[in-house]
């Protein structure tokens, strides 16, 4: 029997376990805890789905929030056929007390087991766990109809019963069951898509850990492996970042050198084409519009370019945004998956085997070109707590990027733009240095002729205020007069 202990944070939930001689922590995840428990003490029977980035912590978190008390738990297996699927959910079944010596032929004869299990259980709540659902759901496979008829045939009927689905494959979960037109139809009562780790969480994580890093560590550490638990739960606490980072990806048998195609290879049937498009953009950090990806692209459009797109956003590994001023048809798709990132910039390159690359890569111009970028996508991870410390967290905010169509200050871009309801337009710059960013003449010239542009071409009567969003904020000097507001890291945490 395993004893849970709630201990109260700040602004975070941590739920306490042991098992075996092993320590458990969810960290976070406090509202998805709340609304997996709340759902779940419902009397009607309820469908619950949880899905994310792989490796994102969906299956921990469920099995940790319920005490791993399920009256069914089985996990899809990647890659193998309908019959030894089969094969796997019969075995599940015999470990939860199903008295049978027939594997089921078909998914129908499946549930038909899993009904007959359940009727047996324990009255009271009764929990069923599908893990990896989109893997049960292989090529000529039964699965999905026969779930259908399972859920609206008998459990949607059920009292104290609660069917949770999870998946990594977003594009499988959002096509075939909240975009379904069959069964499935408005069937789902509780869907959470599990989103990366925060910085604070990200920080809650290593403390737990015994992994001591400052915060500009810790942001550095989201610049090559996201908000990803499971990466970052890899780290060794005897070493700072930059040996953990040659430890996980560049040195012989790194855990995480063949990362990137695992990813891909698990969520798409035909990976090589969603990869291609990933790299494509990846050449442009700014991103590319779809005529643009379309023009690098090898394979035949055909439709397949608009899907492919759609199912990477939904995925979490890139995003569509429109430039302040552009139409949607000049929306630009920009690659924010941090690891996927830094797998196409330095993996792929350096290979494995490269025993403290990363150590000496860090400050030449390639290394401070990337930081840059990597920083950024940190910062859009975090809009919300810019927002707070720039106190306007109660303000309606539009956020958006802009790029310079002005061919007398041509290349003019601002990274995030903040168009607020109360009459002000915040134009963020952000930049990632180990010290105080220090304001030039060049750059306070650069600004204002930034800000100048912008008013030009978007004609807003709003007041225009420069923010820098840095590491160490901004130096002191005859020029930092230029700047209405700061933030600082610390406040992104």
Not at 52 to 68: A, D, S
Not at 380 to 394: F, N, T
Not at 436 to 463: H, P, Q, V
């Amino acid at each position: 029997m395993r004893k849970y202990i709630q201990k109260a944070s700040k602004s975070h939930s941590i739920f306490y376990g042991r098992d075996e001689g092993r320590v458990f922590a969810v960290i976070g995840r406090k509202e998805e805890q709340r609304l997996l428990r709340e759902t779940a003490e419902k009397k009607d029977a309820q469908f619950i789905v949880v899905y994310g980035r792989r490796r994102v912590g969906k299956t921990y978190l469920i099995r940790e929030t319920f005490g791993n008390d399920f009256t069914f738990s089985y996990s899809g297996v990647y890659g193998v056929g309908k019959k030894r699927q089969l094969a796997e959910f019969y075995k599940a079944l015999l470990e939860y007390g199903y008295e049978s010596e027939t594997i089921p032929d078909n998914w129908f004869d499946a549930f038909d087991a899993l009904k007959s299990l359940i009727k047996k259980s324990e009255k009271g709540r009764r929990l069923i766990l599908f893990d990896e659902m989109p893997w049960m759901d292989g090529k000529k496979s039964d699965f999905l109809p026969a779930f259908e008829h399972f859920w609206n045939g008998w459990a949607s009927g059920e009292k104290n019963l609660t069917i949770i689905g999870c998946g990594s494959a977003a594009s499988w979960i959002t096509k075939k069951v909240f975009r379904n037109k069959g069964g499935l139809y408005n069937r789902v009562t509780l869907q959470i898509r599990l989103k990366p780790f925060t910085l604070s969480e990200c920080e809650e994580l290593f403390d737990e850990s015994g992994v001591r890093m400052n915060r500009f560590d810790i942001i550095g550490a989201y610049m090559v492996f996201g908000g990803i638990p499971y990466y970052l739960s890899m780290f060794d606490k005897r070493y700072g970042l930059p040996k953990n980072i040659d430890n996980l990806c560049f040195s012989e048998n790194a855990p995480l050198g063949e990362e990137y195609n695992a990813v891909f290879d698990s969520l798409f049937d035909r990976p090589e084409k969603y990869t291609e498009v990933v790299e494509a953009i990846n050449n442009k950090k700014k991103g590319l519009t779809r005529e643009e990806i379309k023009e690098r692209i090898s394979f035949p459009d055909g439709g397949n370019l608009t899907r492919i797109l759609r199912e990477l956003e939904e995925s979490g590994f890139i995003r569509m945004y429109s430039p302040v001023g552009e139409k949607r048809n000049g929306a630009l798709y920009q690659l924010c998956d941090p690891f996927v990132a830094f797998h196409l910039t330095w993996l792929e390159k350096a290979g494995a085997g490269n025993e403290d690359i990363w150590s000496a890569l860090m400050g030449n111009g390639a290394y401070n070109a990337w930081s840059g970028y990597a920083f950024e996508q940190v910062c859009l991870a975090h809009i919300p707590q810019i927002k707070k410390a720039l106190g306007i967290s109660g303000v309606s905010v539009s956020t958006g990027a802009w790029r310079n169509r002005d061919h007398d200050f041509p290349g003019a871009q601002i990274d995030l733009v903040l168009d607020r309801k109360d009459n002000i337009i915040n134009l963020c710059e952000l930049k990632y240095t180990n010290h105080e960013y220090m304001i030039d003449k060049k750059y306070d010239l650069e600004l204002r002729n930034k800000a100048g542009a912008f008013e030009r071409e978007t004609k807003s009567k709003k007041a225009l205020h420069i923010t820098m969003v840095t590491t160490y904020g901004v130096q002191k000097n005859q020029y930092s007069s230029v700047v209405q507001s700061e933030v600082r890291m610390e406040e992104l945490f």
